[in-house]
């Protein structure tokens, strides 16, 4: 089993930045490759970024390109999202995922997640 703890939400002004963290413990060896999701109130879950641990950046969603950084310190098994220039649009709460194999269908492990709120 892997656990996956997200942090450093929480509530910044337009244009303002938030770097969310997520610390893997457990297993976590078995994984490949650690994303960001995103769901905003009565919208689906949608992928933000995504990085193996060898740091290969595989995935950011057009929505977020430019102003999110996705990046990984394996020695803390920690995968940071750094946000930028955030908008008001991306006020969701983020989860953090992992998967043991290349797929991002059904992520195989999830954190809790963690709240953003951009305000206009």
């Known amino acids: 089993q892997v656990q996956l703890v997200e942090s450093g939400g929480g509530l910044v002004q337009a244009g303002g930045s938030l770097r969310l963290s997520c610390a893997a413990s457990?297993?976590?060896?078995?994984?490949?490759?650690m994303g960001w999701f995103r769901q905003a109130s009565g919208k689906e879950r949608e992928r933000v970024a995504a990085?193996?641990?060898?740091?290969?950046?595989?995935y950011y969603a057009d929505a977020v390109k430019g102003r999110f950084t996705i990046s990984r310190e394996n020695a803390e098994k920690t995968v940071y999202l750094q946000m930028s220039s955030l908008k008001p649009e991306d006020t969701a709460v983020y989860y953090c995922?992992?998967?043991?194999?290349?797929?991002?269908?059904?992520?195989?492990?999830w954190g809790q997640g963690t709240q953003v709120i951009v305000s206009s």
């Open positions: 995922a992992a998967v043991i194999g290349d797929s991002w269908t059904r992520p195989d492990y």
């Open positions: 990085i193996t641990w060898s740091g290969i950046v595989t």
């Open positions: 457990g297993r976590v060896y078995s994984t490949n490759a």
